[in-house]
């Protein structure tokens, strides 16, 4: 199968606040994933080049799942996204009061 055939649909998106930089995608797949010298975050470059392997080498390489591969809008990795520490807490708004029963 052509590398565009199964490139057909990827899309890539990194999550900036699930990234902590520590550049294992750069190492797995170098010069696809790099790391913003300004945010440290990392960004995909040269995508229309990269291999499906490359993609997805750079994203299974991610500690903490920043890396989200999607085919025709459906998430294909990973398969189960764990949730960060502080994800859905607003500190002012969703903080959960410990629950009182009164009986
Ligand atoms: S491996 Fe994940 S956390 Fe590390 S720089 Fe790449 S996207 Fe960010």
Redesign the pocket.
């Known amino acids: 199968m052509s590398n565009e055939r199964a490139k057909r649909g990827l899309n890539i998106f990194?999550d900036p606040h699930?990234?902590?930089?520590?550049?294992?995608?750069?190492w797995a797949a170098p010069g696809i994933?790099v790391?913003d010298e300004e945010t440290r975050?990392?960004v995909l470059e040269n995508e229309d080049s990269a291999s499906v392997e490359q993609l997805f080498a750079?994203a299974r390489?991610?500690?903490?799942k920043?890396?989200i591969v999607t085919q025709f809008g459906r998430r294909v990795y990973p398969t189960i996204l764990p949730p960060m520490f502080g994800d859905g807490l607003n500190s002012t708004t969703d903080a959960v009061e410990p629950s009182t029963t009164e009986s």
């Open positions: 990194i699930r990234c902590v930089g520590n550049a294992a995608c750069a994933y790391l975050v990392a750079g390489a991610c500690p903490t920043a890396i």
